[in-house]
């Protein structure tokens, strides 16, 4: 998830209901957006000050240490004396991750080979959907547009061949043997 706060609510709540046992991951680039406006607090846009910064910390939080990075980018930034609005980007960057800090445990996430990214589900969506559904003087309806979806998802995924035997056989039975009252032996 991206942390706003409705989506949290509402994910939280069917957790806690449904899947008590659910990991719940922070979205790794919406972490990175708030450290790159930290680091422009701290060093200015654009600098490659700022760049290798980032860079660091962002490996620090990757490696589950991301209370750490908080507590040492709130340091730096009053050990640098920055004014209010320099520093607003900072504190809200450590604060974030301090928010979070139960959903950024990135080394575990990766030890299970869990995904800390919604890059892979949003180009899946592009890929599925979009690719096919949005292409110009196409209009769907509701029922044909899942039932294509549901075939682009079977072709993705290297299901097609067994899902399509599956679908053979049971339109045999369907077709052939309800109709004539004898036991199909076929499927």
Known sequence: MDGGETQLEIILSFIKRHRPDAILILDFIHVLEYVWKAAHGLFGVGSKEAQAWVAEQALRILKGEASAVAVDMR???TRQQLNQKQREPVDKCAGYLT???PMLEYDFYLSEGLPIATGVIEGACRHLIKDRMDLT???WRLKSAEAVLRIRSLR???DFEEYWAFHK???YKRNHCSHTGVACARG
């Open 99 to 101: 928010k979070y800090l």
């Open 75 to 77: 340091r730096k930034a």
């Open 156 to 158: 993705s995924s290297g």
């Open 137 to 139: 003087g196409a209009r």
């Open 169 to 171: 056989a049971q339109e």
